[in-house]
């Protein structure tokens, strides 16, 4: 089991600097479990899921996943 959030991203420029919009929404995932109570396990890494093609730059689907302890 995982816990997911969802977020919404522009493509930037340059392709690699994607993942470092990972981080923010996945501090926020851990911050949002620790206030409801929930466990979690991070060891030492946590999922990324994005849906969309190369050629899709606004209002991208992507996803960050933490393991349920």
């Known amino acids: 089991m995982s ?15 994607l993942g470092n919009r990972f981080i923010p929404e996945f501090e926020q995932l851990k911050k949002d479990l620790t206030k409801d109570g929930n466990s979690y396990t991070v060891d030492p890494m946590f999922f990324t899921a994005g849906y969309d093609g190369p050629r899709v730059y606004f209002k991208r689907h992507n996803e960050v996943w933490i393991t349920k302890a």
């Open 3 to 17: 816990y997911c959030r969802t977020f919404n991203t522009i493509l930037p420029p340059k392709y690699y600097i």
